[in-house]
């Protein structure tokens, strides 16, 4: 299949662009630092340009986006804003304007993550980002079918990830980046829609 994968250069794209390309797929890897395919998903003219670029798409994955963490107290409406802005209406938008461009029947396949269902201190912005994330995949399944599939994966934090973010989960259980690239094959060959892969 011809795959865009947007957020290819961080830890969890490393994992996720390894897996589907040992699966002999085609992957457009895409980030804001690409030299070749430079995409900032918190700008929709951004995305255009990209998807505009690509041509035809089995499916479009995601490993991207970021929210602020921090003190309940200390974060503000602009903390707030930047999370939405980035993680959840950056890759709504590009579900939205890639449904023009993906073929029917192609999937999608958002990152989400713990935060969701297990608060961790300082994690509130990210908590309610994923969340919502969640809600509106399941629900965007609905809505898409018979068109296209949309799922979402929902990891603890990466081993691979274990020295920036143990402190702020202690004594959660890892997930090798390899199973996390496994769910996003799932997501990408099986015909399953609305699934929260949690890992
Ligand atoms: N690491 C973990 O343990 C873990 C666990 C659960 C969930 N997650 C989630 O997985 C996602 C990626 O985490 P990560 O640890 O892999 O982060 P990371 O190493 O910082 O990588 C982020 C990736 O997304 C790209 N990116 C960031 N903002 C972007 C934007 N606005 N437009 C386009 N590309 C953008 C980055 O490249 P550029 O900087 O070049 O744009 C990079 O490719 C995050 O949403 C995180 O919450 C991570």
Known sequence: MRILHVGASGTVGDAVGRALRARGHDVVAAHRKSATH???I?????IRELL????ALDAIVSTAGGTPFGPWDELGRDDFRAG???KLLGQVELVRQGTEVLRSGGSFTLITGITAREPVR???IA???NGALESWVRASAGELWGRFRINAVSPSVLTESRADYASIFPGFPFVD???VGDAYVRSVE???TGAIYVL
Do not use: F
Request: charged fraction near 30%; glycine fraction near 14%.
């Open 38 to 40: 430079p995409v900032d």
């Open 42 to 46: 918190t700008d929709p003219e951004s």
């Open 52 to 55: 505009a670029g690509l041509g």
């Open 84 to 86: 939405l802005d980035n």
């Open 122 to 124: 300082e994690g509130s």
């Open 127 to 129: 908590a309610a980002v």
């Open 177 to 179: 980046g390899e199973r």
């Open 190 to 192: 099986s015909m399953e």
